[in-house]
C-alpha cells in the first residue's frame, strides 16, 4: 500500500513464538542487559504529570482528554525523563506503555525502564517494538493474575523478556521509515475523519429538526418556553420527565442475565457484542433489571448521550438509572432520536451535579424534572420512519469511511509489527527519506488512531461510557 517492501535476504529461528523468523544478523538478549528498572520518586508532586496511552504513548496529562481518578496530592510519584520506558503494570497486555518524550511524574503503579550506557538501543525503537501487536502477546504471556483486568507486570517479569538486537543504524533507518509511515496514514485518516464530521453534523441537523419541530414546515410554531429548546410546533406537548417515567430498582438475584452495554454511540446492546475487557465486575449480581421499552442512562455521562431505549431485557451496571414508562405517550424510536440531540445533552449536564466533568451525574430527581417534548404517536412514528429514511445513506457514507479507516489502522498495526520484528527490509528505502521526518510525525503523535487511556484505571462497570 506504501512501498513494495521485500524481506531480508537470510533469516534464521529467533525461536520465539511471537517473533518468528529473525535477519540472519540479528540476536536476542534478556530486556535485562538493555534496561534498567528506575524508581525515583518526586518529593514535592508539582513536576509535569505525564499519562500513558493506548494510541499515544506517555504524554502529558494536561493535553489528554483525562479527568478521571486524580489524586489529592503527586508527592512519591515515580519520575521519568524523556527516552525512558514507562509501564502501567496492570495495563501492559493492553497496551498501556510506552517511551516518554517529556519529564514528569507517572503513577507509583507503573514501571519505569531506562536504557542502558553501553546498550546502543534506540529508544523510539523500543517504544515501536513494546507497542506492537506481536510483542503484546509476550506482555500478556508475562502479566499474571486472577483476571483480564488485573493482569500485573512486575519488574522481574519484563526484565526477563526476550528483545531483538539489530545494528544502531538499522534501528534508525526503520524509526525514520516508521515516521514516514505514521505521517502518511495519519493524514489520509485525519481527512476521512473530517468527512465523517461533516456527514454527521448534516445527519444531526436533519434530527434535530424532525424531533423538534415536525415534518410539516406549514405547521404554526409556539414558543417552547426553554432557551434551550426553543420554538415547537403549536400543538405538541411539553410534559416533565416525572409525568411519563417512573424509577426501577429492580436487581438481579444471580447475575445470569445478558449484561447490557449502553453507550453514547449504539444506545443499549449486548455487552457480548462489544469488545470490551475494562470494567468488568467479578460478579452481576445486585445489578438491575430492564425491560423492553426501558430507558436506561449511564448517569454520569448523560451528557454524552450514553442513554438509550431498550429493545431486550437485561441487566445494566447499578450505577445506571433505569426509568419506565408511564403509559404509551412516547415511540421508542422517537424518544431514543429526540434525548440525544445536542439541546438535551446540553440540558442533562445543565442539571447534572458533580465537582468535574467526568463524575457529573443527572440523577433520577434532577431528569425527573426536565421537559420533554411528546407530538401525537402518529407523527412520533412519521418522525422516526423519516430521519431513518433522510439519512440512511449519510449513515452508508460514514460506515464505509469508517471501514476505510479501520483498514488503514489494521495496515499500520500490520506494517509496524512486520518492520521491527523484522519480516519487511526497510534500510534501503529509509535511506530516501528526509532526516527531519520525525518532526512531523511527532505532530501526529498517532492522533487518528483511536485511544484509551489506562491512568490509574479502576474497574468500575460504570466508569467509561462504553
Given at each position: 500500500?506504501?512501498?513494495?517492501?521485500?524481506?531480508?535476504?537470510?533469516?534464521?529461528?529467533?525461536?520465539?513464538?511471537?517473533?518468528?523468523?529473525?535477519?540472519?544478523h540479528?540476536?536476542?538478549?534478556?530486556?535485562?542487559?538493555?534496561?534498567?528498572?528506575?524508581?525515583?520518586?518526586?518529593?514535592?508532586?508539582?513536576?509535569?504529570?505525564?499519562?500513558v496511552s493506548?494510541?499515544?504513548?506517555?504524554?502529558?496529562?494536561?493535553?489528554?482528554?483525562?479527568?478521571?481518578?486524580?489524586?489529592?496530592?503527586?508527592?512519591?510519584?515515580k519520575?521519568?525523563?524523556?527516552?525512558?520506558?514507562?509501564?502501567?503494570?496492570?495495563w501492559?497486555?493492553?497496551?498501556?506503555?510506552?517511551?516518554?518524550?517529556?519529564?514528569?511524574?507517572?503513577?507509583?503503579?507503573?514501571?519505569?525502564?531506562?536504557?542502558?550506557?553501553?546498550?546502543?538501543?534506540?529508544?523510539?525503537?523500543?517504544?515501536a517494538?513494546?507497542?506492537?501487536?506481536?510483542?503484546?502477546?509476550?506482555?500478556k504471556?508475562?502479566?499474571?493474575?486472577?483476571?483480564?483486568?488485573?493482569?500485573?507486570?512486575?519488574?522481574?517479569?519484563?526484565?526477563?523478556?526476550p528483545?531483538?538486537?539489530?545494528?544502531?543504524?538499522e534501528?534508525?533507518?526503520?524509526?525514520?521509515?516508521?515516521?514516514?509511515?505514521?505521517?502518511?496514514?495519519?493524514?489520509?485518516i485525519?481527512?476521512?475523519?473530517?468527512?465523517?464530521?461533516?456527514?454527521?453534523?448534516?445527519?444531526?441537523a436533519?434530527?434535530?429538526?424532525?424531533?423538534?419541530?415536525?415534518?410539516?414546515?406549514?405547521?404554526p410554531?409556539?414558543?417552547?418556553g426553554?432557551d434551550?429548546?426553543?420554538?415547537?410546533?403549536?400543538?405538541?406537548?411539553?410534559?416533565?420527565?416525572?409525568?411519563?417515567?417512573?424509577?426501577?430498582?429492580?436487581?438481579?438475584?444471580?447475575?445470569?442475565?445478558?449484561?447490557?452495554?449502553?453507550?453514547?454511540?449504539?444506545?443499549?446492546t449486548?455487552?457480548?457484542?462489544?469488545?470490551?475487557?475494562?470494567?468488568?465486575?467479578?460478579?452481576?449480581?445486585?445489578?438491575?433489571?430492564?425491560?423492553?421499552?426501558?430507558?436506561?442512562?449511564?448517569?454520569?455521562?448523560?451528557?454524552?448521550?450514553?442513554?438509550g431505549?431498550?429493545?431486550?431485557?437485561?441487566?445494566?451496571?447499578?450505577?445506571?438509572?433505569?426509568y419506565?414508562?408511564?403509559?404509551?405517550?412516547?415511540?421508542?424510536?422517537?424518544?431514543?432520536?429526540?434525548?440525544?440531540?445536542?439541546?438535551?445533552?446540553?440540558?442533562?449536564?445543565?442539571?447534572?451535579?458533580?465537582?468535574?466533568?467526568?463524575?457529573?451525574?443527572?440523577?433520577?430527581?434532577?431528569?425527573?424534572r426536565?421537559?420533554?417534548?411528546?407530538?401525537?404517536?402518529?407523527?412520533?412514528?412519521?418522525?422516526?420512519?423519516?430521519?431513518?429514511?433522510?439519512?440512511?445513506?449519510?449513515?452508508?457514507?460514514?460506515e464505509?469511511?469508517?471501514?476505510?479507516?479501520?483498514?488503514?489502522?489494521?495496515?499500520?498495526?500490520?506494517?509496524?509489527?512486520?518492520?521491527?520484528?523484522?519480516?519487511?527490509?526497510?534500510?534501503e528505502?529509509?535511506?530516501?527519506?528526509?532526516?527531519?521526518?520525525?518532526?512531523?510525525?511527532?505532530?501526529?503523535?498517532?492522533?487518528?488512531?483511536?485511544?484509551?487511556?489506562?491512568?490509574?484505571?479502576?474497574?468500575?462497570?460504570?466508569?467509561?461510557?462504553?
Amino acid at each position: 500500500m506504501i512501498v513494495d517492501l521485500k524481506p531480508y535476504e537470510t533469516y534464521r529461528d529467533s525461536e520465539l513464538p511471537w517473533l518468528g523468523q529473525i535477519p540472519s544478523h540479528w540476536q536476542v538478549k534478556r530486556a535485562k542487559s538493555i534496561l534498567l528498572a528506575i524508581d525515583r520518586r518526586s518529593k514535592t508532586g508539582t513536576e509535569e504529570l505525564l499519562t500513558v496511552s493506548s494510541a499515544k504513548g506517555v504524554v502529558p496529562r494536561s493535553t489528554a482528554k483525562v479527568t478521571m481518578f486524580k489524586a489529592k496530592s503527586y508527592a512519591g510519584y515515580k519520575l521519568c525523563w524523556p527516552g525512558d520506558l514507562a509501564i502501567n503494570s496492570l495495563w501492559a497486555w493492553g497496551g498501556g506503555l510506552g517511551v516518554s518524550k517529556h519529564h514528569g511524574i507517572i503513577s507509583t503503579a507503573y514501571g519505569v525502564y531506562r536504557v542502558r550506557h553501553d546498550a546502543e538501543y534506540n529508544p523510539r525503537y523500543l517504544d515501536a517494538l513494546v507497542r506492537s501487536q506481536p510483542y503484546n502477546w509476550e506482555l500478556k504471556l508475562r502479566s499474571k493474575g486472577i483476571w483480564i483486568s488485573r493482569l500485573q507486570l512486575t519488574d522481574e517479569s519484563f526484565l526477563n523478556s526476550p528483545l531483538p538486537i539489530l545494528p544502531s543504524d538499522e534501528q534508525e533507518l526503520i524509526v525514520r521509515f516508521l515516521d514516514w509511515a505514521s505521517v502518511r496514514l495519519g493524514k489520509a485518516i485525519a481527512a476521512k475523519r473530517k468527512v465523517i464530521g461533516l456527514l454527521e453534523e448534516q445527519k444531526q441537523a436533519i434530527i434535530h429538526r424532525a424531533v423538534t419541530r415536525g415534518l410539516d414546515d406549514t405547521v404554526p410554531l409556539k414558543p417552547s418556553g426553554l432557551d434551550w429548546l426553543g420554538d415547537v410546533p403549536e400543538h405538541w406537548v411539553l410534559r416533565r420527565a416525572k409525568y411519563l417515567f417512573r424509577e426501577i430498582d429492580d436487581r438481579s438475584r444471580t447475575g445470569t442475565e445478558e449484561l447490557l452495554s449502553v453507550s453514547h454511540i449504539t444506545g443499549i446492546t449486548p455487552r457480548s457484542q462489544k469488545n470490551i475487557t475494562m470494567f468488568k465486575a467479578r460478579t452481576y449480581v445486585g445489578h438491575k433489571i430492564c425491560r423492553e421499552h426501558d430507558l436506561v442512562i449511564n448517569t454520569m455521562w448523560a451528557w454524552m448521550a450514553a442513554l438509550g431505549v431498550s429493545g431486550i431485557e437485561g441487566i445494566v451496571s447499578p450505577a445506571y438509572a433505569v426509568y419506565r414508562p408511564r403509559g404509551n405517550k412516547l415511540v421508542d424510536g422517537f424518544l431514543d432520536l429526540l434525548l440525544r440531540i445536542s439541546a438535551y445533552r446540553s440540558e442533562f449536564l445543565s442539571r447534572s451535579t458533580g465537582i468535574r466533568l467526568s463524575r457529573m451525574r443527572l440523577y433520577p430527581e434532577a431528569f425527573f424534572r426536565i421537559p420533554i417534548l411528546v407530538p401525537p404517536k402518529k407523527e412520533q412514528l412519521a418522525i422516526v420512519e423519516s430521519v431513518s429514511s433522510s439519512t440512511v445513506s449519510l449513515g452508508k457514507n460514514i460506515e464505509t469511511l469508517q471501514r476505510e479507516i479501520t483498514l488503514l489502522q489494521e495496515y499500520r498495526t500490520r506494517l509496524i509489527a512486520d518492520v521491527v520484528t523484522g519480516k519487511l527490509d526497510v534500510r534501503e528505502f529509509a535511506r530516501t527519506l528526509p532526516a527531519d521526518i520525525a518532526e512531523e510525525a511527532a505532530e501526529l503523535a498517532y492522533s487518528e488512531f483511536g485511544d484509551q487511556d489506562f491512568s490509574d484505571a479502576d474497574d468500575e462497570l460504570a466508569g467509561e461510557p462504553a
